[in-house]
């Protein structure tokens, strides 16, 4: 099994500012009115008030809404033509093609919402993905609420773990390996058979120097 972060891993940058910039420049310019409560959160979190997940569900809030599955769906859609060609690496597509000619099952975990996430992973041909996730209301709307967690740090490698239980599938039986830019997926490293640290920022490149894992560099 492999298993790849999505934001500066698989993507040149981070994916969750640009799509929300999509979703209101293309389709909501009066959100636009709402960027003050925005900076005003990122203020906060930058300061240490807030929790990262607070600030997530702020910007989420205030550029979206609400939002019917169909409506999540054709966001991230067009945001994929958009974002995919430029920022979706090369050398990205090309390991998780020869990870799945030798036979591994390729997953995307990342911190990003499912909802638009599943646009990527779909264009690479995941066979899974394990993302955050949004509350959902009566009507199956998707509300500015996460749900079952952040998919970051160690509730990333919780969600992996649990996920593989949810599939039936034996730990103890399955070579995984891992792939990511940033260390706040340590936790799931450590779990791994194989930890591959892609162009990574220069805490996780230490550790990675010290415990002996593999470097590699994506840029193209």
Not at 189 to 215: M, Q, S, T
């Amino acid at each position: 099994m492999a298993i790849y972060d999505l934001d500066r891993t698989i993507t040149r940058a981070p994916t969750w500012t640009p799509f929300l910039l999509h979703a209101v420049l293309r389709h909501a310019l009066w959100r636009l009115a709402l960027l003050p409560v925005v900076l005003g959160a990122a203020a906060l979190k930058g300061a240490g008030l807030i929790h990262r997940d607070r600030l997530k569900q702020v910007m989420h809030r205030a550029a979206l809404g609400t939002l019917s599955p169909a409506r999540a769906e054709r966001l991230a859609a067009g945001w994929l033509v958009r974002f995919g060609p430029a920022q979706i690496r090369r050398k990205a597509r090309a390991q998780i093609a020869a990870d799945r000619a030798a036979g591994y099952r390729i997953v995307v975990a990342t911190a990003a919402y499912r909802f638009y996430a599943e646009a990527i992973a779909r264009d690479i041909a995941a066979d899974a993905l394990i993302a955050t996730a949004t509350a959902i209301d009566a009507r199956g709307h998707l509300l500015p609420r996460i749900a079952g967690g952040n998919c970051y740090g160690p509730a990333k490698r919780a969600m992996i773990e649990a996920w593989l239980a949810a599939e039936g599938i034996d730990r103890a039986a399955a070579y995984v390996r891992v792939y990511s830019d940033h260390v706040s997926d340590v936790p799931s490293f450590d779990w791994a058979d194989e930890a591959i640290a892609v162009n990574p920022h220069a805490a996780l490149r230490r550790v990675a120097a010290k415990r002996g894992w593999r470097i590699v560099d994506w840029n193209d």
